[in-house]
């Protein structure tokens, strides 16, 4: 590792010692991922030093890699995707407390905030008015530039933003769980899904089949919603009491009116108004999914029922950690494929056909294979 001066960081700030790390990286958005070389800081007096043993593939991470997300958060280039991320703490600062080397820990999509706005005093990093500081392509306070993510070989994270991981289980399958877990664990306790609900999760792919083991754990009747009827034996596997081919008039027809709750993780462009019009009275659809252009509501679709349409974000680091807490207290992993980081390519092209199951894995020993 070669130690130098960063050149970029702001004139006012402490010069940060550096070091390189491999890495995969999208020049363009129309480049394939590739090798790269990056620069980090060494760590700091409360960051950890994390050797990336697992990364997830979040939708996001493609959504981002190819500049889909134009309009709201542009990519800089080179991008290094990755915010699922489980690794062993291999250096401690000074004065961090959490960790020790050889510890496991977890580092999903925040890497820091403010600390100062109330949404930080409350714990809900991801509405920072800071703003938040996203794992990747976001700036960085430290070096100038962007943050880089997890498909790399190291991470350094301040120990507030590193989550703790059990060794209990399956860490491949751990990995996804601080994304598409807390993405879909958040909206639903927040919305108290639990006994005596009917609740929908639309799009059976990474976030999707977290939705479905979440909310059968809460104890609700689980409803997935697919296009994908082949995938209908595996959503009753997940927990799913039923599926509904959202493609099939009759069966969105018959089930109007009887959803308490729907939660919507799908990556395209879709109509919203067939969900909600699946809402009882007062029933809440929540929108994980993000694709980038405008998404059309009849409003006729909220006033009769009083129904709500809303959004949720990831969830704050208290939060995640309770998540991980409790997948560790009830065996929950996400249902994973894993690759070496040179399918990475390969496993976007599948995602984009809804052909995964249920989450792309890199396994970040790949990175070291000669290239
Ligand atoms: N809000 C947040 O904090 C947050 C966090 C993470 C990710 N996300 C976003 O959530 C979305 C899903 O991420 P993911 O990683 O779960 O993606 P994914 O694994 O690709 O799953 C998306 C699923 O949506 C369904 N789908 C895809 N295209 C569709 C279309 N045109 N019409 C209807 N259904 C379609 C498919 O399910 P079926 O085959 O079952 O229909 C697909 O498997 C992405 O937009 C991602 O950026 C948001
Ligand atoms: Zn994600
Ligand atoms: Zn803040």
Redesign the pocket.
Known sequence: MSQTQSSSAPATAVPTRTFDARAFAAASASSPLAAATIRRRAPLARDVKLEVLYCG????D??QARDEWKSVMPTVYPCVPGHEIVGRVVEVGRDVKKFEVGDLAAVG?LVDSCRNCGACHEGTE?FCQGPATFTYNAPDKHLGGVTYGGYSESVVVDEDFALTVSDELDLAGTAPLV??GI?TYSPLRHWNVGKGQKVGI????????MGVKFAKAFGARVV?????AK?SQDAVRLGADEVIV?TNADAMTKAAGSFDFILD??????DLNAYLSLLKRDGTLT?????DAPQPVSVFNLLFGRRRLA????GGIRETQEMLDFCAEHGITADVEVIPIQKVNEAYAR??K?D?K??FVIDMASLKAPR
């Open positions: 593939i979040c939708h996001s493609l959504h999509c991801q994304c598409a993405t639309v799009g059976l792919g990474g976030l999707g089949h997935v919603l697919t296009t994908s995938k959202s993780t799908v990556s395209a462009s879709h929108i994980v999914g993000a694709p959004g949720s974000i990831i995602l984009l809804g995964v249920y989450r």
